[in-house]
């Protein structure tokens, strides 16, 4: 299974000078299952690049978001997949408690917030609303459940007959908790994470700024890495940046985590890194 960042920033692009090393696009990443199949999660601005890479042989994709914050989907009007009459393409995302996955979407995919509303998009378009257990596409199983951030949003964990990814963007796992991380039991998002070979989490603050953001939905990095020493996971990659955060800000948040010494690799998330699941050598690295 192959894993690719395409956007790694959190809440607003923020392009420019000072965020190009681990870049300004919203949430995006690609998952390439070892028999072809192809994983979009979330659609954020990052998918407008990913467009341009895929395999023209590809004919269906399915875009798994998390939830319909618009740093989630600000990207999908701008996605080329979607306005092919060749294409295949299922989305999966939560619904909320009064309005469906599709009605959702139509608010942002219909004036006057987008000139082209989701009825008129050219694709053999399907929706699934999640959370949906655990189901199969194509080789890769996907296992969706509701986790902490506010509004309907879940995080989904992914499978392979030789590696395991868990997808948590968005997610407050220390919310309420007198002492983080509690019992897996009552921990959010335990169950999607646990024992997984790469953990992408929010790490959007730091411990310092996180008191100044209890209940907006985000982690700060100590609680990110608390969360997966948790879950025993085997790889950490960090996600949802601030878009306030420059390069230089993250070298040095991520300089003090890894001094601390951890039982698993961190590593900061960056566009166009790719990890390879599945093989003695996962390891990220820059295309």
């Known amino acids: 299974m192959k894993v690719r960042l395409w956007g790694t920033r959190g809440s607003l692009a923020s392009p420019g000078a000072e965020t190009a090393r681990y870049g300004g696009?919203?949430?995006?990443?690609?998952?390439?299952?070892?028999?072809?199949?192809?994983?979009?999660?979330?659609?954020?601005?990052?998918?407008?690049?990913?467009?341009?890479?895929?395999?023209?042989?590809?004919?269906?994709?399915?875009?798994?978001?998390?939830?319909?914050?618009?740093?989630?989907?600000?990207?999908?009007?701008?996605f080329p997949p979607l306005h092919d009459p060749e294409m295949e393409i299922h989305i999966w995302g939560p619904a909320s408690t009064t309005l469906?996955?599709?009605e959702r979407l139509?608010?942002?995919?219909?004036?006057?917030?987008?000139?082209?509303?989701?009825?008129?998009l050219r694709c053999r378009l399907v929706l699934h609303e999640v959370p949906s257990g655990e189901v199969r596409v194509g080789e890769l199983t996907?296992?969706?459940?509701?986790?902490?951030?506010?509004g309907p949003t879940v995080g989904y964990r992914i499978g392979s007959d030789e590696a395991v990814l868990a997808y948590l963007p968005d997610h407050e796992p220390s919310l309420?908790?007198?002492?983080?991380p509690a019992e897996p039991r009552w921990t959010s998002g335990y169950d999607l994470a646990?024992?997984?070979?790469?953990?992408?989490?929010?790490?959007?603050?730091?411990?310092?700024?996180?008191?100044?953001?209890?209940?907006?939905?985000?982690?700060?990095?100590?609680?990110?890495?608390?969360?997966?020493?948790?879950?025993?996971?085997?790889h950490l990659v960090t996600f949802h940046h601030d878009p306030a955060r420059t390069d230089e800000n993250l070298d040095r948040m991520m300089a003090n985590a890894v001094r601390e010494g951890r039982r698993f690799?961190?590593?900061?998330?960056?566009?166009?890194?790719?990890?390879?699941?599945?093989?003695?050598?996962?390891?990220?690295?820059d295309e």
């Open 25 to 78: 696009n919203t949430a995006c990443v690609e998952v390439l299952g070892p028999r072809g199949t192809v994983l979009i999660l979330d659609a954020g601005t990052g998918i407008r690049r990913l467009a341009a890479e895929l395999s023209p042989t590809v004919r269906r994709l399915d875009i798994l978001l998390t939830h319909l914050h618009m740093d989630h989907i600000q990207g999908l009007g701008f």
């Open 265 to 285: 690799a961190i590593t900061p998330g960056a566009e166009g890194a790719t990890f390879e699941l599945g093989t003695p050598a996962a390891a990220g690295h």
């Open 100 to 102: 469906s996955l599709g």
């Open 142 to 150: 996907v296992t969706s459940a509701l986790v902490c951030h506010p």
């Open 194 to 234: 646990a024992g997984v070979d790469l953990l992408i989490h929010d790490a959007q603050y730091s411990l310092a700024e996180y008191p100044e953001h209890v209940g907006w939905g985000h982690s700060s990095l100590d609680d990110a890495i608390r969360f997966a020493t948790c879950a025993g996971v085997k």
């Open 176 to 180: 309420g908790a007198r002492k983080f």
């Open 106 to 120: 139509r608010r942002y995919l219909s004036p006057p917030l987008f000139p082209v509303r989701l009825r008129d």
